[in-house]
Structure formats: C-alpha cells, structure tokens
C-alpha cells in the first residue's frame, strides 16, 4: 500500500520534533502536525521560559548581597513587563529555529490539530485526511486542574509566563517541581507566596532530608508553607480577591492562585479509541522498550507516555524511535539514574537512590555529607548553608545517589552524575583531588 508519508507525527515537542528530523536523515518521508507552537511545553510554557524566571528572580538577592562586595545598588528596581517580555521574545526566537529545524530537514508541518482515525490514517483539523506507513504520538501532558468549585478561577503553568502584572500575594497549589520553582520565584520578585499541598510532603521523590532543608530555607526566606490543606473550593470575594476554602487547615485570602498539581498525559481527542490503542489508568499511552503501543504501526515518545515526563528523556525516546524504525539501529533508553534538578531557591539536584529507597533495596547503606555555607554566602553575610549527600552501597563501596542542595546544583551535578552512571565507587571520588576553592570540591571531600 502506498502512504502519504513514511511518518507522520502528532506533535512538534521535544520528542516529536527529534524523531522526525532524526527520521528523516534516515531517508524517510515525514510529516508533523502542531496545534499550537512548534517547541512544545519545554521550550513554550516550561522548563525554558521558566529557568529564564528563576535567573531574572534571583538578581533580588543578588543585588541585596552585592553590597557586601563593594557595590552600590542604590536606586535598583525591578520591571516585571521588562523580564517577562524579554522571556517571550526568546520563547519566539527558540520557536523559530524548532521551526527552521524542521524545514531544513523536509519535513512537512501541519499547523493544526490531528486525531487518530484508523492504525494508519489521521485526520487534520481542516477536514483533511493524511495516511502513514508509521504514526507517532508525542503530545506531551497537560497541567491537571482540581475538580473542586471555582477551580477555574486559577491559573496553571500554560498561563503563568503571561501574566499582565505580579500579584501581591499568591497561593501556589502543589508539592512537586514546578510548585516549589514559582514558590521561589514569585517569593524574590516581591510576592506574598503561600505554597500549599494536600499531601503532607514535598518533593516525594527526592531525598527527604535534602527536602526538608529546601522547606526549611523556604521558610526562612518568607515563604508560607502549608501541607495537608485540602482545597475544598476557590470563590471570588467582592474586591476582587480571591478565598481558599481549607476547611479545618483555614481559608487564604490571595490575588491569585497557580495550580502546580500535577500533569497528565495529553490525549483529549487524539482519538487513540479509533485504532485501539491501549492506554492505562492515567490515560497514558502504553508503550513498550522500542516506544511501539500495541498496535504495531503506532509509537509513543515522551511526556504522553507518563514514564518519565523530563525533555531529555523524551529527546532520547524520540532519537530511540527513529533509529530503531529507520535507521536499522534498534536502542532502547536505560532509565536508571537519570539526573533531576528543581530550580527552587536554593536549587536541588538528584541522581540515584535516595537514603530511603537505597535502605529499602541493598543489604548495608553508607551517608556521607557535607553542611556547609558557600564562600560567597559567608561574605554576603548570609546564613544559608548547603547540604551534599552521598548515597554509597555498603557492600560494594558503589556510589548509588548523589544529592545536592545549594547554588548552582544543577550544574555541578550534570558531571557528577556521569560517575554515579558508571558505577564508580567512594573510592574513586575519594581519589580525585579536590578543585579549590570550589562548591563542587565538597563532593570529593565527603566523610
């Protein structure tokens, strides 16, 4: 049977748009097919614009901290309108070359949503019906909004980056990442932040006690911490504001509140039903090591399939994928150890086992760490300490978890984690010498 095109692709994100350029370097024929802006949530509504917030956010500090080192910042004042359009017009520029990305590689964009109408059929929003020797889905998720009264009176992330001016005071609904990165951020550009969650921890996957020093810093810098506050329902008051209703755990009066409470698979509509693809409990879409669903001409990369939602892993997926079907190179991802960060204020960043799941799993576990003040806080004059924790299994001296809280954890941990992924042991970082002075020397200084 001859198809329209060899691939076509539902959904221009991170994974979508590197299996259709890996796919055709390969030779194939591909379309992709985005209802809303090439890039996906990635470079659109997450991890880009927002990583931008946290940098235009933690000047307040540093400008505050700048005194101690003999500069005048006198006078200083902060323009939201500057910082958020400058972070839109970067969102643009970085759509534009996702966009160019795409050209250059031939591959044909539909700007308008598809659905699944049959194993090898989509259907375009304009009428139109394209067929495929191989469809992928790569959708992404979605924010998950509560199903309680007034729960539209929110906002989610998709939103957030617009907003026309900063609230002054602001409750942010969840425990996970992007809950605790706006906490943050909003909390240095002025607003009253209270970050609440239902549950009664932040952060379940990550390291407690490095959470717990994350809380207790948030709470020192001004931020209102509430667990197990229900959310029972959000009303508009007669000024304007609005209310929380937490039953017992009390109402809070806000300007605005951000729904950080999850995100689920994006399939509304996608019309997955038509072809029989299997989906579970969440709505994710089931695939399997090679990304194939149980439908064998359809595939899944990414966020949508609710196995691990960060964008490299979605990238590599994607890669996966279009070597696999088209390069005659079958891969599958190794899931373990995959580095995280929150970019809270300070930073986390992850890699391995937590204490907890390390003494669950292995027979003998060691800690070592290291609390300590960065030199640049001890001149600052600020009190905020860092905390580095090293995970090690006790039998084989194997380092197994590497845990960071402090500036710029993200960055020292990208390299840290390449020893972790490569079995190295405590010995072995214990060996290394020691890049002074530094933060990141703390790693090889762990007793």
């Not at 400008?63 to 939201?80: I, P, Q």
């Not at 729904?259 to 996608?270: C, E, N, Q, S």
């Not at 905390?387 to 960055?411: A, F, N, R």
């Not at 992924?421 to 007793?447: C, I, W």
Request: aromatic share 8%.
């Amino acid at each position: 049977m001859a198809f329209d095109y060899d691939l076509f692709v539902i959904g221009a994100g991170s994974g979508g748009v590197r299996a259709s350029r890996i796919a055709a370097g390969h030779g194939a024929r591909v379309a992709v097919a985005e209802e809303y802006r090439v890039g996906g949530t990635c470079v659109i509504r997450g991890c880009v614009p927002k990583k931008l917030l946290v940098y235009g956010s933690h000047f307040a500090e540093d400008l505050a901290d700048a005194k101690r080192f003999g500069w005048n910042t006198n006078g200083a004042s902060f323009d939201w309108n500057i910082l958020r359009d400058n972070v839109a017009a970067e969102v643009d520029r970085l759509e534009g070359l996702y966009g160019q990305t795409l050209e250059n590689n031939q591959v044909q964009l539909f700007a308008q949503r598809a659905a699944i109408t049959g194993p090898n059929e989509v259907r375009l929003a304009d009428g139109s019906t394209v067929t495929a020797k191989y469809i992928l889905i790569a959708t992404g998720a979605w924010p998950a909004i509560p199903q309680i009264p007034g729960a539209d009176l929110g906002i989610t992330s998709n939103e957030v980056f617009g907003l026309k001016n900063l609230p002054k005071r602001a409750v942010i609904a969840g425990a996970g990442y992007i809950a605790n990165e706006f906490a943050g951020i909003f909390n240095e550009l002025g607003v009253q932040v209270t970050l609440a969650s239902r549950g009664d921890k932040m952060l379940r996957s990550y390291d407690q006690e490095i959470v717990g020093k994350l809380l207790d810093i948030s709470r020192e810098k001004g931020i209102d911490i509430r667990l197990n506050f229900p959310f029972l329902g959000v009303s508009r008051q007669a000024d304007g504001s609005l209310l929380v209703d937490g039953g017992d755990a009390g109402n809070i009066e806000t300007d605005l509140i951000l729904w950080a409470i999850g995100r689920v698979p994006k399939v509304a509509g996608l019309g997955l039903e038509n072809a029989g693809i299997l989906q579970d409990a969440s709505g994710a879409v089931i695939a399997g090591d090679y990304n194939q669903t149980n439908v064998p001409s359809v595939y899944a990369v990414g966020d949508v399939t609710n196995r691990v939602q960060l964008t490299p892993v979605a990238i590599r997926e994607g890669h996966a994928f279009a070597d696999s079907v088209f390069g005659g190179n079958p891969r599958i991802i190794d899931y373990a150890s995959i580095p995280t960060a929150v970019f809270s204020n300070p930073p986390i960043a992850s890699v391995g086992l937590t204490e907890e799941e390390a003494r669950a799993q292995l027979s003998a576990v060691k800690i070592f760490k290291s609390d300590f003040r960065a030199m640049k806080n001890v001149l600052a004059g600020r009190n905020e300490r860092a905390l580095y924790k090293m995970v090690v299994d006790g039998q084989t001296d194997k380092v197994v978890g590497l845990h960071l809280i402090g500036p710029d954890s993200g960055e020292i941990l990208q390299a840290a984690a390449v020893a972790v992924k490569a079995g190295l042991t405590k010995q072995d970082f214990d060996d290394t010498v020691a890049l002074h002075p530094s933060m990141a020397e703390e790693l090889v200084l762990l007793k």
